[in-house]
């Protein structure tokens, strides 16, 4: 009999209980986080058209590369989604009756047959929060606060890093890049925390730019970041993407310093998010002490993908934030102090001899609204102590003869060793 391949496929996990106890309770700090800020609860379909994932008004070119696609009985085109920002497009374009402004969160598994490394994998779960029909950069704030508390909670100190796509747009107009490669330069632009200017400058050339806007655009990443903003403010545009950003930018940070937390959200010249999607404000959030470099969480304005949508120039003011559930949970368990992922259960409940009866006081307890473990099996004392100590069960009931005959049971205080005698008919 041949053996069957049993090992999960690459870029996907399994979670044992320890560990996917870890990711809920990650989960339900994140969620709470969210619905404390107004956030309405929806959930998408994983399943989508191939069209709609790979429409302009989407990912782009990079990640439809890494896009799952496959085929129904009905031949229809379909891909599992790779994010959760154009299924809420979609579903804003398919509601128009919704209430304007709109913020919702969603919690779910997205797809991207894309490069693995620590946190990061081909199946995973994002936790997003988009608001539709704001234009002012108080929605940015609001997104970016509310990250600052999620992280605060989960006791990861983390930096907000942010730019203006419409900073970037009019500088590389300004450099003389044609339109049609203005995003593919920004994705090159976007790779310069990963690899060394010699290999942009090469990635470059073979995107067909000319010696002098390879210069230019060398230039500007070469320069201080402590003097872009004077330097933005130097250049002009003829289609007012860099007022427009400079604008944006000053709101943004007008904002964040009347809050105080202007430390923790730092103006950063050379962030891409090499998306096609965005059109604003764009950020991305860092660990500070660097135990994971890549992002643990990113968003953006991107107020053309609904109207795209619906076939229409209509803007709809939108912008999004998603934290990464997998690579936050590296990140914790990669920490000296972790205190998640202590036992659920109130009482772990031991038969010596007497299932039945032990069976009772654990459906009494479970009525109560206590998290009871019965055990199914017949361990010995020893063992079921053994047990609850690894666990981290707190007490344990022990039901035998005597018990049972004397109508009561017995609890064991793990913590101290103390026990007592709780009343029960049985």
Do not use: W
Request: charged residues 30%; contains cysteine.
């Amino acid at each position: 009999m041949k053996k069957l391949a049993y090992q999960n496929v690459k870029g996907t996990l399994d979670y044992l209980p320890r560990e996917e106890k870890i990711r809920r309770e990650i989960k339900k700090t994140i969620e709470d986080v969210f619905i404390q800020y107004g956030c309405k609860p929806i959930e998408t379909p994983i399943l989508n058209y191939q069209e709609l994932l790979a429409s302009k008004y989407a990912g782009g070119a990079e990640i439809l590369e890494e896009m799952y696609t496959l085929s129904d009985r009905g031949k229809r085109e379909l891909a599992l989604r790779y994010d959760l920002t154009i299924p809420f497009a979609k579903v804003i374009a398919m509601n128009p009756t919704i209430k304007m402004p709109f913020k919702r969160y969603e919690i779910g598994k997205v797809f991207r047959d894309g490069p693995t490394k620590t946190g990061r994998y081909r199946e995973f779960t994002q936790c997003d929060v988009d608001i539709v029909g704001v234009s002012s950069q108080i929605a940015e704030v609001e997104l970016m606060v509310m990250a600052l508390d999620v992280f605060n909670k989960l006791n990861l100190e983390v930096t907000i890093q942010y730019n203006n796509r419409n900073l970037l747009v009019g500088l590389l107009r300004t450099f003389q890049v044609p339109k049609d490669k203005i995003n593919r330069v920004i994705l090159i632009i976007d790779k310069m925390e990963k690899i060394e200017l010699e290999e942009i400058k090469k990635e470059l050339f073979g995107l067909g730019m000319t010696e002098s806007v390879v210069v230019a655009i060398q230039s500007f990443l070469e320069k201080p970041v402590e003097e872009m903003f004077g330097y933005f403010q130097t250049l002009l545009d003829e289609d007012g993407y860099i007022e427009k950003g400079l604008k944006e930018i000053t709101e943004l940070t007008c904002f964040l310093i009347k809050l105080g937390i202007e430390d923790k959200c730092i103006f950063n010249p050379f962030l891409a998010r090499g998306l096609e999607i965005y059109t604003g404000t764009i950020y991305e959030i860092f660990l500070n002490d660097k135990r994971i470099k890549s992002s643990i969480g990113s968003g953006g304005r991107y107020d053309h993908a609904i109207g795209g949508l619906l076939g229409t120039d209509k803007e709809y003011a939108t912008v999004g934030i998603s934290l990464g559930l997998d690579v936050i949970m590296s990140a914790i368990q990669m920490s000296e102090n972790q205190d998640i992922g202590n036992s659920d259960i109130d009482y772990y409940v031991v038969s010596l001899g007497k299932q039945v009866e032990a069976f009772m006081v654990a459906m009494d307890l479970r009525d109560k609204g206590y998290n009871v473990e019965l055990e199914l099996g017949k361990k010995k004392i020893s063992k079921a102590l053994e047990q609850a100590n690894r666990e981290g069960v707190r007490n344990v009931i022990l039901v035998g003869e005597e018990e049972v005959r004397e109508n009561y049971y017995k609890i064991k205080e793990m913590i101290n060793g103390e026990e007592r005698m709780v009343p029960f008919i049985y």
